[in-house]
């Protein structure tokens, strides 16, 4: 079984900075892309930001410049670094990835999800 653990959700003033850890476990052979989403009360899941397994990044328009992806390969675990927060960030962040396991099946797992608010 392959699981993502999500972490460094929390509340946030506006302007104020977080970082959002996700780490897959279990039966893995290697991991492809990984990214984040996030879902806001009322809206759909929307694409944050994707890496590449070799560190190519792409963001979402609403976040270029202020947030920031990275991985390490060596721990399983992609980051998401969040700077410059805004109350429109306010939403559940999920981190997703392409898991390859022991067998040759590729298949894309979502972590739980961690709560982000930015209000004063």
């Known amino acids: 079984q392959v699981q993502l653990v999500e972490s460094g959700g929390g509340l946030v003033q506006p302007g104020g900075s977080l970082r959002l850890s996700c780490a897959a476990s279990g039966s893995i052979f290697s991991i492809g892309a990984m990214g984040w989403y996030r879902q806001a009360p009322g809206k759909q899941r929307e694409l944050v930001a994707t890496?590449?397994?070799?560190?190519?990044?792409n963001y979402a328009d609403s976040v270029k410049g202020r947030f920031t992806i990275s991985r390490d390969n060596a721990k399983n675990t992609v980051y998401l670094q969040m700077n410059s927060l805004k109350p429109e960030d306010t939403a559940v962040y999920y981190c997703?990835?392409?898991?390859?396991?022991?067998?040759?099946?590729?298949?894309?797992?979502w972590g739980q999800g961690t709560q982000v608010t930015v209000s004063s």
């Open positions: 997703n990835a392409a898991i390859w396991d022991y067998e040759g099946h590729s298949r894309n797992y």
């Open positions: 890496i590449s397994r070799g560190g190519s990044t």
